[in-house]
């Protein structure tokens, strides 16, 4: 009953159908479906391997795939299409496990960059953008700072204000937390919540399944390849139902 | 007028070609051993030799090649030593070659650990066998690809020897364009045969880097 | 026996000492502005340009790099004219010292362009830069800070080669010193006037780029 309703009244904002993708050989990616509805949280978890981050990437276009549909907010992933492709990924946001800030910027500098020269905004408006994310993300004084002079944690919070500065429609986490000393992952997790409550749409790739558990309207495992079994988080933990997912599980627990 | 062939000109510039090769043996060998007294003693009494050997790099790789192939031709004389062309530039070049040698050379061995003279030291091993035995074979490794290298430039650097009048290949090449009236086909072909001895060595000094690289990963 | 020596001689010639500075320095500012330029453009081509580009880049690279420059120049001085293109002195020792940066940099920046992180490149495209916007302004600054200290190098080395320009009659500070010498007869004294203004004007150049790097070519 409540899934017929969000299908229906919640528009789908990316939509993956039949998507397959191979490195040479290999194929790493064997049939992918998956819809996900406007505003929802959704965790992909799984074994080093089974794709979950192959499969992110190919949202945003990193990642090029033979077979298969993806679209984003209706629009159509075309590679050849330099123009289409950065129209796509101006809706969708990507956050890196090794954070990626340009060194050679200023925190303020390293979000004000997208805005002014994709977006077009002048110099004011982005340095205002940029203000006000950093405040979002708790860094309101580090707009002058090198990424170099910030803790792990703190870059992670860059990155991710740089993300919402193009102010993305889907926000794709690619294991934020996994370069981060443990003492660290707090700080970038309340961010994350933070979005997920306010209503933006999330997928992420995460080892933190309590993190999954507490924030996801949905949790997709993936095995080898293809999306094993998914389902509400609470379901999920609490009554895995194939073997492949009570054994991942059960391995965490170790 | 005679009428010069491309033959006559390729073959009178093969001619002058063996002197600039010998020149760059002469300068090479000559400057790989004053480089690397140099180096010893850099080496060996870092305290002492330290500024003389970074004043007399400076000296060298801070003031053009064409000049101090000037001053030891005209220092010589003036100083009332009357030597053939051949020394001077030989000199001359021998000199700018070692102090290159002797600085690239430095900084193979400066990227040897600190600990491996500790290590070495620590067993009592003489200054003589910490070189013979420890640091010389590592740093070795590491210096020979850019030493093939600079061979190239040593090579490139004996065609200034021209300037003061040496007939080595690039001289010839001036000497016949002025005959022949062709200095279009001249200088191509001179710059070909500079080409044709540097290009192999830097190839083959790139390929020593990459091997080099490739172990040490 | 006793060698005297006279550098006042030298000196009384002072105005011709000013004019040869300044055209050394002149040739080496156009060689740095314009050869830098043609190095990145090239080394942008090597890296990721069209295939059909790289390869007469490649040959460009290789060919100034194993060849003399004052072949190079004589080349262009003397050789150039038979098919019609003439140049005067100062003219051709220009272009000279610019190909020749321009090579032994598009090598250098390559180097520093290829050590670019992935990660950059990636985190770049997801915030919808175009691949224009990611080369000049996420890969090549920090490529061009990698390599500063190696392209100052490179530049020293060009300007002190400028001396050869002389050789063409181009009114350089090696010319000065050739001129002097003939005005006074003070041959050696000339040349060590002169070669001592080179070594400072290098350790100037030097001191001088390392500071302009961070703060006019890719930021801090």
């Known amino acids: 009953m409540p899934l017929a309703a969000e299908s229906h009244a919640v528009p789908t904002i990316v939509d993956i159908a039949g998507l397959r993708k191979s490195y040479g050989s290999t194929e790493v990616l064997k049939g992918i479906d998956l819809r996900v509805a406007r505003g929802e949280v959704i965790s992909i978890i799984g074994r080093s391997g089974s794709g979950k981050s192959t499969l992110l990437r190919c949202i945003n276009g990193l990642e090029m795939f033979q077979e298969g549909g993806l679209s984003v907010d209706g629009k159509s992933l075309l590679y050849d299409n330099a123009t289409?492709?950065?129209?796509?990924?101006?809706?969708?946001?990507?956050?890196?496990?090794?954070?990626?800030?340009?060194?050679?910027?200023?925190?303020?500098?390293?979000?004000?960059?997208?805005?002014?020269?994709?977006?077009?905004?002048?110099?004011?408006?982005?340095?205002?953008?940029?203000?006000?994310?950093?405040?979002?993300?708790?860094?309101?004084?580090?707009?002058?700072?090198?990424?170099?002079?910030?803790?792990?944690?703190?870059?992670?919070?860059?990155?991710?204000?740089?993300?919402l500065a193009m102010e993305p429609k889907?926000?794709?986490?690619?294991?934020?937390?996994?370069?981060?000393?443990?003492?660290?992952?707090?700080?970038?997790?309340?961010?994350?919540?933070?979005?997920?409550?306010?209503?933006?749409?999330?997928?992420?790739?995460?080892?933190?399944?309590?993190?999954?558990?507490?924030?996801?309207?949905?949790?997709?495992?993936?095995?080898?390849?293809?999306?094993?079994?998914?389902?509400?988080?609470?379901?999920?933990?609490?009554?895995?139902?194939?073997?492949?997912?009570?054994?991942?599980?059960?391995?965490?627990?170790? | 007028m005679v009428d010069f062939t491309l033959w006559d000109i390729l073959r009178n510039l093969i001619i002058a070609a063996q002197w600039t090769v010998?020149?760059?043996?002469?300068?090479?060998?000559?400057?790989?051993?004053?480089?690397?007294?140099?180096?010893?003693?850099?080496?060996?009494?870092?305290?002492?030799?330290?500024?003389?050997f970074a004043i007399y790099v400076q000296l060298f790789q801070g003031t053009p090649l064409l000049m101090q192939l000037f001053l030891s031709y005209f220092g010589l004389r003036l100083f009332g030593v009357e030597v053939s062309v051949w020394v001077s530039v030989s000199l001359a070049l021998t000199l700018y070659t070692s102090a290159f040698l002797a600085e690239i050379w430095r900084g193979c061995v400066a990227s040897i650990p600190k600990g491996q003279w500790e290590a070495s030291a620590s067993l009592a091993?003489?200054?003589?066998?910490?070189?013979?035995?420890?640091?010389?074979?590592?740093?070795?490794?590491?210096?020979?690809?850019?030493?093939?290298?600079?061979?190239?430039?040593?090579?490139?650097g004996t065609a200034l020897a021209s300037v003061v009048g040496f007939v080595e290949l690039t001289r010839a090449g001036n000497m016949i364009a002025n005959v022949t009236y062709e200095p279009f086909t001249v200088f191509a072909c001179v710059g070909l045969m500079y080409f044709i001895m540097c290009y192999p060595i830097s190839a083959y000094a790139r390929y020593l880097e990459r091997k080099t690289h490739a172990v040490s990963r | 026996?006793?060698?005297?020596?006279?550098?006042?001689?030298?000196?009384?010639?002072?105005?011709?000492?000013?004019?040869?500075?300044?055209?050394?320095?002149?040739?080496?500012?156009?060689?740095?502005?314009?050869?830098?330029?043609?190095?990145?453009?090239?080394?942008?081509?090597?890296?990721e340009g069209p295939k059909w580009l790289a390869i007469p880049v490649a040959a460009y690279v290789e060919l100034m790099r194993n060849t003399p420059f004052i072949v190079q120049l004589?080349?262009?001085?003397?050789?150039?004219?038979?098919?019609?293109?003439?140049?005067?002195?100062?003219?051709?020792?220009?272009?000279?010292?610019?190909?020749?940066?321009?090579?032994?940099?598009?090598?250098?920046?390559?180097?520093?362009?290829?050590a670019t992180p992935k990660g950059q490149i990636e985190a770049a495209l997801s915030?919808?830069?175009?691949?224009?916007?990611?080369?000049?302004?996420?890969?090549?600054?920090?490529?061009?800070?990698?390599?500063?200290?190696?392209?100052?190098?490179?530049?020293?080395?060009?300007?002190?080669?400028?001396?050869?320009?002389?050789?063409?009659?181009?009114?350089?500070?090696?010319?000065?010193?050739?001129?002097?010498?003939?005005?006074?007869?003070?041959?050696f004294e000339a040349y060590i006037i002169a070669t001592a203004i080179y070594l400072v004007l290098a350790l100037m150049v030097r001191s001088l780029l390392n500071w302009a790097g961070p703060r006019f070519i890719f930021g801090r």
Request: glycine letters at 8%.
């Open chain 2, 125 to 156: 091993l003489s200054f003589g066998e910490q070189m013979r035995y420890i640091i010389a074979p590592q740093a070795l490794r590491i210096a020979i690809p850019p030493t093939v290298g600079f061979l190239v430039q040593v090579i490139k």
């Open chain 3, 1 to 47: 026996m006793t060698v005297e020596l006279n550098f006042l001689a030298v000196f009384q010639d002072w105005p011709m000492l000013v004019t040869g500075v300044i055209w050394t320095l002149g040739l080496t500012a156009i060689a740095i502005v314009v050869g830098l330029t043609v190095a990145v453009a090239c080394a942008w081509v090597r890296t």
């Open chain 3, 127 to 187: 915030l919808a830069l175009s691949k224009f916007q990611i080369f000049t302004r996420v890969v090549l600054p920090p490529a061009l800070k990698k390599v500063w200290p190696a392209l100052v190098s490179q530049i020293v080395i060009v300007m002190l080669g400028s001396a050869v320009c002389g050789q063409i009659a181009t009114e350089e500070l090696s010319y000065a010193a050739n001129v002097i010498s003939a005005n006074t007869f003070r041959t």
């Open chain 3, 74 to 114: 004589f080349f262009i001085f003397f050789g150039l004219p038979a098919l019609g293109v003439r140049f005067s002195p100062p003219v051709a020792s220009g272009i000279a010292l610019v190909l020749n940066l321009g090579a032994y940099g598009t090598e250098i920046i390559r180097a520093g362009l290829l």
């Open chain 2, 22 to 52: 010998l020149l760059s043996l002469i300068a090479f060998v000559g400057g790989g051993l004053v480089g690397l007294f140099w180096l010893l003693l850099r080496l060996w009494r870092p305290g002492a030799f330290k500024l003389p």
């Open chain 1, 170 to 254: 889907v926000l794709l986490c690619d294991e934020v937390t996994s370069a981060l000393d443990p003492e660290l992952v707090g700080e970038v997790l309340r961010v994350v919540e933070g979005l997920a409550n306010e209503g933006m749409t999330l997928l992420m790739v995460t080892h933190e399944m309590n993190f999954a558990r507490k924030v996801s309207d949905r949790v997709v495992f993936m095995h080898q390849g293809l999306v094993h079994e998914t389902g509400h988080p609470s379901e999920l933990f609490e009554n895995p139902k194939t073997t492949e997912l009570q054994q991942f599980l059960s391995s965490l627990k170790d």
């Open chain 1, 84 to 163: 289409a492709m950065r129209e796509l990924r101006q809706s969708v946001g990507m956050i890196f496990q090794s954070f990626n800030l340009f060194p050679h910027l200023t925190v303020g500098r390293n979000i004000m960059l997208a805005p002014t020269l994709v977006k077009k905004r002048d110099k004011a408006a982005a340095e205002e953008i940029a203000t006000k994310l950093l405040e979002r993300v708790g860094l309101e004084d580090k707009f002058d700072a090198m990424p170099d002079q910030l803790s792990g944690g703190q870059q992670q919070r860059v990155a991710i204000a740089r993300a």
